[in-house]
């Protein structure tokens, strides 16, 4: 399974790839609706690879440094075989189509919406999840932050939020406000933390600089 | 009686703090001190349970995995209106995975009225027909759109002017009930009054019915001021969705339930499929946001424990986002005729308000008691209706019914000062007779510099800036079924025990902060175990009662077992444990420095493994207004907002909200800021984004969903100062309340007010738009 991702993305000669599809969708649209094994099946059967599904499959996916075996349906999102695969629960799934960053992971260093990528589109990328960025027993910073500013009410939302602050901090040290808002701009709150979310990030700014 | 007398601080630090001795059982514990001489209370102590929310750790209801568990999902009807002729499962009971299907029938219990046909009649789209439990979701999902149900359709009305006439079609030709999670707290809406679709009026409150004479009132006045205000259906959207997992083995039912209200899903599991209630646990650890919709089993409840009776496994039902947005509670909307008179000098003479709105198939669409009771006005009278629609039924939300009214009353208010020549404020100095208010609005004033403030469109330009107020207040609500356990282990480990649920208030930490307090020990020492039913009864977390409610049996009950213990010491040191204090983790004695032990010692004296000591919540101190738990006093707030308005595009932004709030003894001052954040922001929202859009040709909810439901993220966040004043009533052994409510109730008024004062034309409607803006600024032309 581990090039199952380089033999997707080598484009299909013929016909509309998923991929492509995608691409002409606007990948901030497309909801998870377009991963259907149907589409799966058409893009393998046109390059000549492996027909997926509609069973499962079994894959190996690096998450938080540990390699998982999971046997998956093709029709299974990054988020949903975290969750109910793994038993990856921090991760959460609020709108299930990309407009929340509730399922905010990382994969190779840049925050996705887990619900919205295709497990086998993760191949043998990295995925860092909210239960692994707290390094050697450390809690990273942003969350050591949150804890101190009370930047969590019911909490629903405080994994994609700290997954999105601390990948802000990891690539800037300097942060302005505006900066943390850009960086939170697709993370709904429903009880309202936004302010202390801003300023615990800000605060943990400072004190790594 | 047995009782003694003790002096408590009562007043406003700062304004005019003082003492008054009252008449206490004599087993309370002694009065504290104002926060600034107390350790652990009225500080900004960390929430316990963060670092399991930060690191994802927190297992909420959603994330339940049990051996064996099943998935569910509900079969809902996708018509508003309509009889099932039937409904054909063999597909899906077909489908490999499937377990089990179970459709809802028509069985009316004993004295009920029972509707005829086998499957019951189609209200709304979105109502809940069935379930099916799969070995998966997508399975469940897939055997879901398997089903095949077939309607007669009917007539069917969706907006609030339409179902009022007399040709609509009807929605109940019977008499109805409130739904027990129904929109309005404390009124009583009367289902079986009214004609069609309009039920009602409700004209009472606890506080009771029409008083004066309007006529009389509107004839002394020098001023009126007369309008309709129109406020929107939204909805909850909590980020973890409705839902439970039931786990049914033969001797008990367990429920992991996302709820507000442990108990009461306990009570009504236990009622629906007549089981003792000591054979059902609710259990809700972590709980993914309510704002009032999550108190009741609902339908997934009982769809969930039917399924796992039907397939002897555990269950797994959360609803999606769809379901969430059309079934599972929303604030009624409103339309709210207000009339309001004044004298010259300032004073009220007279207050009408008749108000309608839908809660859909539900009851609960009042404008509560804002009117009644914010100002001193002599004669008032109300009339609520509630009118009845083919869409999915209202529930509670932040003081419900209040913040429709709030609307209203603040702008109609502002409106009159401005006729009297009156500054906003100088006007509700004259005819608001709360003292805390007035400190709030000196303070808040200030802090929000309101002498920027000009007259209405008075700026130039095509980027004006406005600037507004607005009051709640909310009853201090006790629950008196409110009980804890406290436990002191031999070990030194200390245990607080308890059915209420923190729903991400911060429930557990202030319980903690409170035992803490009376046992000398810091917070972390405490364990705090709370949201299952195995523990003493507490109370639902809505109506910003649990602070109230559940603190002072926390303190007494500590304060029980923390006199057992000294007891134990007092024995060993041959004294009398009166002499004895227990303060930084250790036992000291009044006057003989040589005696000291630390707490865990201490603990190892005792003949028993440990202490227990429940506690109930006592009457108030020197009684209620109400003996069913109406406190004295009130939870009030001044909210004073800045915006921007663009004239050119209609664009509103608000960039800062200086929110001043009282509740009592404040606890946790970081949570209590969040808590009023949040209730800022959701007023913000409230006022200007969020609206359920029907669509009146097919009774669907267009924007089901997260992306075109518009709520406020980052980037619509305004600059929020919270002023939290200290009010002593010593009315309780803690003296603190919630702040949930109030926090909610203001918002949307200031933020209408301020934009009235940007560009000197009213809207009276929200959410206010960038359309309502150009609208009334006579740039587009109107709605059709």
């Known amino acids: 399974m581990k090039n199952k991702k380089e033999k997707a993305g080598s484009g299909s ?60 349906e093709p029709r299974t999102t990054l988020a949903s075989a975290l969750r109910d695969h793994l038993e990856l629960t921090g991760t959460k799934v609020v709108c299930d189509r990309g407009s929340c960053s509730a399922c905010t992971v990382y994969v190779d260093g840049k925050p996705v919406n887990s619900c919205m990528m295709s497990v086998f589109d993760v191949g043998d990328k990295e995925v860092t999840t909210i239960e692994g960025i707290a390094k050697n027993g450390n809690l990273h910073p942003v969350q050591e932050a949150f804890i101190e500013h009370d930047a969590s009410q019911c909490g629903y ?34 009880c309202g933390t936004y302010p202390h979310v801003f300023k615990a990030t800000l605060d943990a700014a400072k004190k790594l600089s | ?118 499957y019951p009649s189609v209200k709304y789209v979105g109502q809940p027909l069935g379930g099916v439990a799969a070995e998966s979701l997508d399975i469940a999902k897939d055997a879901i759109s398997l089903i095949n149900v077939s309607y007669d359709t009917k007539p069917f009305v969706i907006d ?120 059902v646990r609710v259990i809700c650890e972590f709980m993914g946001g309510g704002f009032g919709a999550k108190h009741s089993a609902g339908s997934y409840g009982p769809m969930a424990a039917n399924l796992a009776k039907r397939t002897g496994r555990p269950v797994w039902l959360m609803l999606d986002r769809q379901e969430e947005h059309l079934a599972e509670g929303n604030r009624p909307n ?109 303070r808040g004033a200030e802090k929000f510099d309101w002498s920027r403030r000009k007259a209405a469109g008075s700026g130039e330009g095509a980027i004006r800036k406005g600037y507004g107020v607005g009051q709640s207040t909310w ?49 972390e020492d405490i364990q705090v175990n709370i949201g299952d039913t195995f523990f003493p009864v507490g109370p639902g977390s809505g109506g910003s009662v649990v602070t109230g409610s559940i603190t002072p049996p926390t303190r007494n009950a500590a304060f029980e077992a923390k006199k057992e213990l000294l007891m134990m010491v007092a024995k060993k040191w041959e004294t009398d444990s009166s002499q004895l204090i227990l303060e930084d983790g250790h036992v000291t004695h009044k006057t003989d420095a040589d005696k000291k032990m630390t707490f865990k010692e201490a603990t190892k004296l005792m003949r028993t493994s440990q202490i227990s000591k429940v506690a109930s919540r006592s009457d108030d ?26 004239t050119d595009t209609g664009f509103v932004k608000v960039d800062k909200i200086v929110a001043a709030h009282s509740c009592g003894r404040p606890l946790n001052i970081g949570q209590l800021e969040s808590q009023i954040n949040g209730g800022v922001i959701q007023g913000v929202s409230y006022a200007l984004y969020e609206n359920r859009v029907m669509d009146k040709g097919t009774g669907h909810m267009m924007n089901a969903n997260v992306d075109q439901y518009k709520t406020p993220y980052s980037m619509e966040i305004p600059e929020i100062e919270n002023l939290i004043i200290e009010e002593y009533s010593a009315r309780s052994s803690t003296d603190a309340y919630g702040i ?45």
Not at chain 2, 195 to 219: H, M, Q
Not at chain 2, 489 to 497: K, Q
Not at chain 2, 513 to 521: N, R, S
């Open chain 2, 334 to 442: 409103s339309i709210q005729y207000l009339k309001i008179g004044a004298k010259k000098d300032g004073s009220l003479t007279a207050i009408q308000q008749r108000s309608h709105g839908t809660a859909g198939v539900g009851l609960g669409a009042g404008v509560g008691r804002i009117a009644q009771v914010l100002y001193d006005c002599p004669n008032f009278a109300t009339e609520q209706y509630d009118v009845l629609t083919h869409a999915g039924p209202g529930a509670a939300w932040r003081a419900p019914g209040n913040v429709q009214g709030a609307f209203g009353l603040e702008q109609a208010i502002d409106e009159l000062a401005e006729k009297l020549g009156l500054d906003p404020l100088e006007f509700r100095d004259k005819i608001d007779k709360s003292e805390v208010r007035k400190v709030e609005r000196q």
């Open chain 2, 621 to 646: 101190y020197e009684g209620f207004q109400q003996p069913w738990g109406l406190a004295y006093g009130d939870l009030g707030s001044v909210q004073f907002a800045e915006v921007t308005v663009n």
């Open chain 1, 13 to 72: 000669s013929k016909g509309i790839s998923r991929r492509g599809f995608l691409r002409g969708a606007g990948l901030s649209t497309a909801g998870s609706v377009l991963l259907t094994s149907e589409v799966f099946a058409f893009e393998y059967e046109e390059e000549k690879g492996t027909e997926l599904g509609p069973d499962a499959s079994t894959i190996q996916m690096k998450v938080n440094g540990r390699i998982w075996s999971l046997s998956v």
């Open chain 2, 1 to 118: 009686m047995d009782t003694r007398k003790e002096k408590f601080p009562h007043g406003i630090p700062g304004h005019n703090l003082g003492e008054i001795e009252r008449e206490i059982p004599i087993n309370e514990p002694p009065a504290w001190p104002i926060n600034d001489k107390l350790k652990n209370i009225g500080k900004r102590v960390k929430r316990i349970d963060a670092i399991d929310k930060v690191t994802g750790k927190a297992k909420y209801t959603s994330d339940m995995k049990l051996p064996g568990m099943l998935y569910a999902k509900m079969l809902r009807s996708t018509v508003p209106h309509a009889e099932i002729r039937s409904i054909d499962i063999s597909k899906a009971a077909s489908l490999p995975g499937v377990y089990a299907i179970h459709l809802i029938e028509n069985k009316g219990k004993e004295g009920e009225n029972k509707e005829e046909g086998k």
């Open chain 2, 160 to 279: 609030v002017e339409e179902a009022m006439k007399a040709d609509a079609p009807i929605v109940f030709d019977q008499p109805i009930e409130q739904q027990s999670d129904g929109g309005d707290v404390g009124e009583t809406h009367d289902g079986s009054k009214g004609e069609g679709n309009v039920r009602g009026p409700s004209t009472s409150s606890f506080f009771g019915g029409p008083r004066g004479d309007l006529d009389k009132g509107f004839s002394e006045a020098d001023v009126v001021v007369e309008r309709t205000y129109r406020t929107q259906v939204h909805t909850h959207m909590p980020l973890e969705t409705h839902g439970v997992v039931v786990d049914w083995r033969p001797d008990l039912m367990t429920v992991y339930a996302s709820t507000q209200n442990t108990n009461s899903v306990r009570n009504e599991m236990a009622s629906i499929f007549n089981l003792p209630k000591s054979k």
């Open chain 1, 157 to 190: 939302c405080t994994p994609g939020m700290v997954m999105s602050c601390a990948h802000l901090l990891d690539h800037n040290n300097n942060p302005t406000l505006e900066d943390v808002k850009d960086a939170t701009r697709g993370n709904l709150c429903r």
């Open chain 2, 475 to 523: 009853p201090r609500f006790v629950t008196l079924d409110s009980s804890v356990e406290v436990k002191i282990h031999n070990d030194g480990g200390v245990e607080i025990r308890s059915s209420v649920q923190d729903i991400g208030t911060g429930t557990k930490t202030i319980l903690a902060q409170v035992v803490a307090e009376e046992l000398g020990l810091a917070v």
């Open chain 2, 740 to 784: 949930g409510e109030p926090a909610n109730i203001a918002t949307a008024a200031a933020i209408a007010n301020a934009v009235y004062n940007a560009i000197g034309v009213r809207i009276y409607e929200i959410p206010i738009t960038p359309r309502s803006i150009l609208e009334a600024l006579n740039k587009v032309d109107q709605k059709a």
